[in-house]
């Protein structure tokens, strides 16, 4: 049951929802699966119960969304998480930015200038900042087929860490 106190030492400071049966194990979130706790007698509940090793859990709850074909963890660039609220599926308007990206690495524009192009034009990132080279990089490396003229995706990563280098270092270099 849901409390406004500590159902186990009575303060109603720093409560926290105890599940009877882990969400891992397939409890529920229904009420009369969980257990108003405080953090320190919360802690003291998980402690007891060794054999309910989070790290252990957490691995068996995420093998079993990736069993059933649901998202964990980080929405790629370029998707979005689909109605269902579980499966990834194509966003149009950040497929329309990495095309606009790709267009524009492919006329020979750095990523810097890429970028100062984009937040001009105040095309924005998903969290609606403005980009910069390394946004633009990470997104532009997991893409599978993204090449410019006739560099490969290795050729990138060796120009992209060739720009960053001062140029003390290019001095060297050459």
Same mark, same amino acid.
């Given at each position: 049951?849901?409390?406004?106190?500590?159902?186990?030492?009575?303060?109603?400071?720093?409560?926290?929802?105890?599940?009877?049966?882990? &969400?891992? =194990?397939?409890?529920? !979130?229904?009420?009369?699966?969980?257990?108003?706790?405080?953090?320190?007698?919360?802690?003291?509940?998980?402690?007891? %119960?060794?054999?309910? %090793?989070?790290? #252990?859990?957490?691995?068996?709850?995420?093998?079993?969304?990736?069993?059933?074909? #649901?998202?964990?963890?980080?929405?790629?660039?370029? +998707?979005?998480?689909?109605?269902?609220?579980?499966?990834? #599926? !194509?966003?149009?308007?950040?497929?329309?930015?990495?095309?606009?990206?790709? /267009?524009? $690495? /492919?006329?020979?524009?750095? *990523?810097?200038?890429?970028?100062?192009? =984009?937040? +001009? %034009?105040?095309?924005?990132? $998903?969290?609606?900042?403005?980009?910069?080279?390394?946004?633009?990089?990470?997104?532009?490396? &997991? =893409?599978?087929? *993204?090449?410019?003229?006739? %560099?490969?995706?290795?050729?990138?990563?060796?120009?992209?860490? #060739?720009? &960053? +280098?001062?140029?003390?270092?290019?001095?060297?270099? &050459?």
């Amino acid at each position: 049951m849901i409390h406004d106190h500590c159902v186990a030492c009575g303060t109603p400071d720093n409560l926290n929802q105890h599940h009877l049966i882990p &969400r891992s =194990l397939g409890g529920s !979130d229904e009420e009369s699966n969980l257990l108003t706790l405080c953090g320190p007698c919360h802690a003291k509940v998980h402690q007891v %119960r060794a054999d309910w %090793r989070h790290s #252990e859990l957490t691995k068996k709850a995420l093998q079993a969304k990736k069993d059933r074909g #649901e998202s964990t963890g980080h929405i790629p660039y370029g +998707k979005q998480l689909s109605t269902d609220g579980v499966h990834l #599926e !194509d966003c149009r308007d950040e497929q329309n930015i990495v095309s606009e990206i790709q /267009r524009l $690495r /492919r006329s020979g524009m750095s *990523f810097n200038k890429v970028a100062s192009d =984009l937040n +001009k %034009r105040n095309i924005l990132k $998903r969290d609606k900042s403005n980009w910069n080279a390394v946004n633009l990089y990470t997104v532009c490396k &997991r =893409l599978p087929d *993204f090449v410019s003229g006739n %560099r490969n995706l290795r050729q990138f990563q060796i120009m992209f860490l #060739e720009g &960053r +280098k001062t140029k003390a270092q290019k001095a060297v270099t &050459r």
